[in-house]
C-alpha cells in the first residue's frame, strides 16, 4: 500500500505543475515583454568633484559610547542596573514599562515645582529634607526612587520630614496592578 502511495505522489505533482503551466503559461517563458533598461540605476552624473570620507578611528568611537548601556545604568528599582537587556523578556518589558513610568512621574513633578519658580538646586535641598523609615522585610529604597518619593512629597508639601513607608503603603488605596492575590505586589500609585 505504501509503494503505490510514493507512486502517486510524483504523478500528482506532475500533473498539478502541467496544469499550472496551461493556465499561465507566460509565468514559466522568459521575461515577459516588458523589458528593463540595463542603465536605470547606473544613471550617476559625473561633476568632477569628490569628498573625503571622515572614517572614525576605533578609540574615538570608544570615546563617544563610553560607559554603561542603559540598562545597566542605576535605576529606580536596582541600584545596579540590569545584568542583560530587560526587554528580552516578557518580565522584564514589563519591569522596563514600570521603570518608564516613574521616570515620567518624576518629570511631570518635576516640572511643576519648576513652574512654581523653584530652581533645581532648590527642589533637591528642599527635599533632601523628606526621611523614610522602611519596614524590616520589605526591599530597600535605591537612591532613584528615595529621590521620586522625596520629590513627591515635597510636591505635596507635606508637614512631616519623617515619613514612615509602611503607613504610607497601607494608606494608599490598591494601585492597578494589585490583583488582591496573597503575596502579589503593591506598587504605591505616584500618579
Same mark, same amino acid.
Given at each position: 500500500?505504501?509503494? $503505490?502511495?510514493?507512486?502517486?505522489?510524483?504523478?500528482?505533482?506532475?500533473?498539478?505543475?502541467?496544469?499550472?503551466?496551461?493556465?499561465?503559461?507566460?509565468?514559466?517563458?522568459?521575461?515577459?515583454?516588458?523589458?528593463? #533598461? /540595463?542603465?536605470? +540605476?547606473?544613471?550617476?552624473?559625473?561633476?568632477?568633484? #569628490?569628498?573625503?570620507? %571622515?572614517?572614525?578611528?576605533?578609540?574615538?568611537?570608544?570615546?563617544? %559610547?563610553?560607559?554603561?548601556?542603559?540598562? *545597566?545604568? /542605576?535605576?529606580?528599582?536596582?541600584?545596579?542596573?540590569? %545584568?542583560? %537587556?530587560?526587554?528580552?523578556?516578557?518580565?522584564?518589558?514589563?519591569? +522596563?514599562? $514600570?521603570?518608564?513610568? @516613574?521616570?515620567?512621574?518624576?518629570?511631570?513633578?518635576?516640572?511643576?515645582?519648576?513652574?512654581?519658580?523653584?530652581?533645581?538646586?532648590?527642589?533637591? *535641598?528642599?527635599?533632601?529634607?523628606?526621611? @523614610?523609615?522602611?519596614?524590616?522585610?520589605?526591599?530597600?529604597?535605591?537612591?532613584?526612587? *528615595?529621590?521620586?518619593?522625596?520629590?513627591?512629597?515635597?510636591?505635596?508639601?507635606?508637614?512631616?520630614?519623617?515619613?514612615?513607608?509602611?503607613?504610607?503603603?497601607?494608606? #494608599?488605596? /490598591?494601585?492597578?496592578?494589585?490583583?488582591?492575590?496573597?503575596?502579589?505586589?503593591?506598587?504605591?500609585?505616584?500618579?
Amino acid at each position: 500500500f505504501r509503494s $503505490q502511495r510514493t507512486q502517486r505522489r510524483p504523478a500528482l505533482r506532475l500533473l498539478l505543475v502541467g496544469a499550472a503551466a496551461a493556465i499561465c503559461p507566460l509565468a514559466f517563458v522568459g521575461q515577459g515583454s516588458i523589458a528593463r #533598461s /540595463p542603465l536605470v +540605476a547606473r544613471r550617476i552624473s559625473i561633476t568632477g568633484t #569628490s569628498k573625503e570620507c %571622515n572614517e572614525e578611528t576605533p578609540e574615538e568611537w570608544l570615546e563617544i %559610547n563610553d560607559g554603561p548601556l542603559w540598562w *545597566q545604568k /542605576p535605576t529606580y528599582m536596582n541600584d545596579y542596573g540590569y %545584568n542583560d %537587556n530587560p526587554c528580552h523578556t516578557k518580565a522584564g518589558t514589563l519591569k +522596563a514599562y $514600570q521603570e518608564a513610568r @516613574f521616570g515620567m512621574t518624576e518629570s511631570w513633578l518635576l516640572e511643576r515645582l519648576k513652574a512654581r519658580g523653584m530652581t533645581m538646586e532648590e527642589i533637591r *535641598q528642599k527635599a533632601s529634607v523628606y526621611e @523614610f523609615v522602611q519596614a524590616e522585610g520589605r526591599p530597600k529604597l535605591t537612591k532613584k526612587m *528615595q529621590f521620586l518619593l522625596q520629590v513627591k512629597y515635597l510636591f505635596e508639601e507635606r508637614d512631616a520630614e519623617l515619613i514612615d513607608l509602611k503607613e504610607e503603603i497601607e494608606k #494608599s488605596p /490598591p494601585s492597578k496592578s494589585y490583583s488582591g492575590e496573597p503575596g502579589a505586589d503593591v506598587f504605591l500609585d505616584l500618579d
